[in-house]
């Protein structure tokens, strides 16, 4: 059985704790777009850990974490992620991670000139200055720097030095920046190959050996932050979709069994961008205090608004979701009435087709009544309140799909798995 699990909104739907979860019946889990805007919290005995790039199974011993070449690496942080996780007493070797040769690197360069242009531009897209972007840029206009040209001393001199000409003219000419040294870059980057040398390899001969083994796939970001189907431009530079699983890996020749679609029980966005169920004062406290949403990997506070089912379908339809699991349903335990988008109106008219952008939509709400009672403890879904299993089957009506795991606290074991019909 290989699976693939993605985010159905706009990220942090708490993938890392489903990847954790599922990763017990995975041989292999694998990363295959973005690079470390992503972060993945997992809560185990109280104690949290947050991912940025090693894929969230890591943590379940025996298995094997791959980063795919659709993948881009900042190695500063892969080698303090190795670090955490040894002082954690998780061992990271060439037996148990295995990076692509063509995963892209995140130059200096790729992390400020992210800086630089947000900081200049009048539409503000509210990355998370990781360089993402710019790396991504690098690659399509075949100037990027691959694992297999940092770990040969000699290419990447070469690389280094053909982009440093024109990056330096750049940052100096239109970004009245300094610039970059050489030397400097050569020897810290040169440290990160000799790192990397070990964990490198041609991943698709590795998977391809291992091709009866069970795959999970570990999407990062959300459906909402495709480069493509994503609300542009506020999205980020790769394709968040199930579909990318196979290309960001190299894995084409495996059949994926089911694509798990993972959506909050209501919706939040870190940046900036359009949100129809967007809300404000009351609310909006209530959603960061008890969901505590603030960006795992920069601490800003999240946006957050009420679920939106129009969305929600959308994602089911560009991820072929074949089951949804619901996160934090328990964060909407204090709520007295809770409102669910079920439709989009555009000044006074109600829309029948998904709109184009998102941009000046209304949401039209249905309303449910809400629990009012702790569900946190709960682990059979008999025992949910009514009107919790009416808001989950109120979702599965709409989206036309079934929801087959409930999550009802940030800790591992607060998992629910709903009985089929
Ligand atoms: P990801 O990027 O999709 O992996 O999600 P993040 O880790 O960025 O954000 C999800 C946050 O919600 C993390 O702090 C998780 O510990 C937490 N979380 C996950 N599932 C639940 C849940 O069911 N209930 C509560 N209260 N918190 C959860
Ligand atoms: P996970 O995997 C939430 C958002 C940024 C910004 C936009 C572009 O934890 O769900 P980028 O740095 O990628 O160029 O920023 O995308 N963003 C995320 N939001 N969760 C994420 O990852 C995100 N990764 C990027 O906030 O709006
Ligand atoms: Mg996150």
């Known amino acids: 059985m290989n699976l693939v699990v ?3 909104q706009w990220g942090d739907e708490g993938k890392g704790k489903i990847i954790d979860y599922f990763a017990r019946n995975a041989d292999i889990i694998v990363r295959f777009q973005g690079g470390n805007n992503a972060g993945h919290t997992v809560v185990i005995n109280s104690k949290k850990v947050i991912f940025h790039l090693i894929p969230s199974g890591i943590l379940r011993k025996g298995k094997i974490c791959a980063i795919g070449n659709g993948v881009v690496i900042d190695p500063k942080v892969l080698v303090e992620e190795i670090e955490v996780l040894k002082k954690e007493g998780i061992g990271v070797t060439s037996d148990n991670l295995k990076i692509s040769f063509l995963s892209h690197i995140i130059m200096p360069y790729h992390r400020i000139i ?5 900081k200049r531009r009048i539409q503000k897209i509210g990355t998370t200055k990781r360089g993402i972007g710019p790396c991504y840029s690098d690659k399509i206009a075949r100037c990027g720097i691959r694992v297999i040209d940092l770990i040969d001393p000699g290419k990447f001199s070469l690389k280094l030095r053909d982009n440093l000409r024109e990056k330096n003219a750049l940052f100096r000419k239109v970004y009245n920046f300094k610039g970059f040294s050489f030397k400097k870059i050569y020897q810290e980057y040169s440290y990160y190959g000799e790192v990397l040398k070990n964990f490198a390899c041609d991943l698709v001969e590795f ?9 999970l796939f570990e999407g990062a970001q959300g459906t909402f932050l495709d480069v493509d189907f994503g609300t542009y431009p506020f999205v980020t530079s790769s394709s968040t979709l199930w579909a990318n699983s196979l290309v960001g890996s190299g894995a084409s020749f495996l059949k ?7 959506a909050k029980a209501y919706t939040t966005r870190v940046g900036e961008g359009p949100f129809p169920t967007e809300v404000k004062g009351k609310m909006e406290n209530y959603f960061r205090k008890w969901g505590k949403e603030f960006g795992a990997t920069t601490n800003r506070p999240r946006r957050c608004g ?10 089911v339809k560009l991820n072929n979701v074949t089951e949804i699991v619901i996160t934090k349903l328990d964060v909407l335990d204090k709520v ?3 409102k669910v988008c079920v439709g989009y109106r555009k000044g006074k008219r109600k829309l029948d087709a998904f709109p184009s952008d998102l941009e000046e939509i209304s949401p039209i709400y249905a309303k449910v009544k809400g629990w009012q009672k702790s569900i946190t403890s709960l682990r059979d879904y008999r025992l949910l309140p009514l009107s919790a299993k009416k808001y ?7 989206v036309k799909r079934k929801i087959t795991f409930v999550s009802v606290g940030e800790a591992r074991e607060a998992v629910i798995k709903k009985r089929q019909s």
Do not use: P
């Not at 009420?306 to 969305?311: G, K, M, Q, R």
């Open 256 to 262: 994926i069994h089911k694509v798990l679609g993972v």
């Open 114 to 118: 992210d800086s630089l242009r947000e």
């Open 392 to 398: 989950l089957e109120m979702i599965e009506n709409y």
């Open 336 to 338: 007295k009435e809770i």
């Open 207 to 215: 998977f391809y050996r291992m091709r009866k083994k069970r795959f």
């Open 306 to 315: 009420w679920l939106d089912l129009v969305l929600l379908k959308r994602a």
């Open 6 to 8: 993605v985010g159905l």
